[in-house]
């Protein structure tokens, strides 16, 4: 194994890999037209996914990431999903470089792909066996009741057309296994740590992230620049919007400041707002450094707990009730329909930097077969 040199490049959003959980298979497909991305026509070339899946042995190890192995079925899982949508006639050759001011060749690109996505579940067992965190029976019973439930979803009931999905898929049962593994270890260590909703970030603590990071919560009446079947509202029509919103607001005006112009003004919202994503939600969370739309932060931010003002945002024009926040505020609910407070939003963004610091930190070697894995035998550009 050759050791890695230093890296800092950025890794592949965490976001995508963490949101996946136990359903991971949600998001993946077979053997993808390749004239479905943007190169066009593949002149006659198909690659062979599950031929190349057999060139090495699965166990074969192709990566160590801080002392945790990451196998052939491992790497090959990500590079034939990354490859399954690419059109093999916008490659010129596996040699060549990929353009676009990356001094990538082309394999060496998608060989960096793989392990970013490798390397995060190898990050996350590392990262648990650091902290001394191991998988209970309860989470062994998870694991067992999600597989279940998936030979369920993707064979119906049966184990051996499951097996075969997966198989399709170029997704072996080791590695299946290791993934679903990896993130369920990865929620134990976060428990272990912050408490499974947060509770062991102190009050204090929480407190001093809202001031931080600026956070604000509020309700929102939302009319769209864009009508519900997707046409552009002219400036008369969105004037009529405004008034509308204008007549909620003097009817709600004799309860503001108060809580209870809360509920009157819930009622209102789910029966005529625009933004259907909003409904039976907490409140809508606003952060200045992940919140685009700067017209509806200063509007919130103009606005005393429970009072209320009609303001042109980014997107449309709203009536806005600002709610107060703090620790104890419920933002969300978890799977098993739980609430969910701003100790666990904070414990969240803790765990969400230590993870992507420790993949940018983390140590690889890499075996020879990985180094000088043969593109142009695998995946023939004819």
């Known amino acids: 194994m050759n050791p890695s040199k230093n890296r800092n490049k950025k890794c592949v959003s965490l976001i995508l890999i963490l949101a996946l959980g136990l359903a991971l ?17 593949t002149e006659g070339v198909e690659w062979d996914f599950a031929a ?21 079925d491992g790497c090959y ?9 690419v059109d093999p006639s916008s490659i010129p050759s596996w040699k060549g470089a990929v353009g676009n ?21 190898a990050v996350m067992e590392s990262m648990a066996a650091a902290a001394g ?43 299946y296994d290791t993934i679903n593994r990896a993130v369920v270890l990865n929620q134990r260590r976060f428990a272990d740590t912050y408490g499974a909703r947060g509770e062991n970030v102190s009050t204090a603590d929480v407190e001093q992230f809202i001031a931080d990071q600026g956070y604000s919560l509020c309700l929102r009446i939302h009319f769209g620049a864009t009508d519900p079947d997707g046409e552009t509202r002219t400036e008369g029509e969105l004037e009529e919007k405004r008034l509308e919103l204008e007549g909620y607001l003097a009817e709600l005006q004799p309860l503001a400041g108060t809580e209870t112009v809360t509920e009157s003004f819930r009622a209102l919202m789910e029966e005529h707002t ?29 606005l005393e707990p429970y ?31 739980e609430t969910l407070d701003m100790h666990y939003y904070m414990a969240a963004w803790l765990d969400d930097n230590t993870l992507t610091e420790a993949l940018e930190a983390r140590s690889v070697s890499y075996s020879t077969a990985w180094e000088e894995l043969d593109f142009d035998a695998l995946f023939p550009l004819g």
């Open 133 to 175: 965190s191991s998988l209970t029976a309860g989470d062994q019973e998870k694991l067992e009741e999600n597989w279940d439930l998936e030979v369920e979803t993707y064979g119906d009931g049966s184990e051996e057309s499951f097996l075969a999905y997966l198989d399709s898929l170029c997704l072996s049962r080791a590695y």
């Open 52 to 72: 190349a899946w057999q060139a090495l042995d699965g166990d074969t190890v192709m990566l160590t990431v801080n002392g945790v192995d990451v196998t052939w």
């Open 307 to 337: 009072e209320m003002a009609v303001a042109d945002t980014a997107d449309g024009v709203d009536l806005i009730l600002r709610l107060p926040l703090t620790p104890d505020t419920v933002v969300g609910t978890n799977a098993d329909g």
């Open 25 to 41: 298979l949600s998001g993946c497909g077979g053997a993808a037209d390749p004239t479905d991305s943007a190169g066009g026509e």
């Open 77 to 85: 899982y990500w590079l034939a999903n990354l490859l399954m949508g």
């Open 274 to 302: 625009e933004d259907t994503d909003a409904l039976g939600s907490t409140g809508y969370l606003i952060s200045p450094s992940e919140t685009e739309d700067t017209a509806l932060i200063e509007a919130v931010n103009a």
């Open 101 to 121: 001011g990356s001094n990538y060749t082309y394999e060496e690109y998608f060989r960096m792909l793989a392990e970013e996505y490798a390397a995060q579940f």
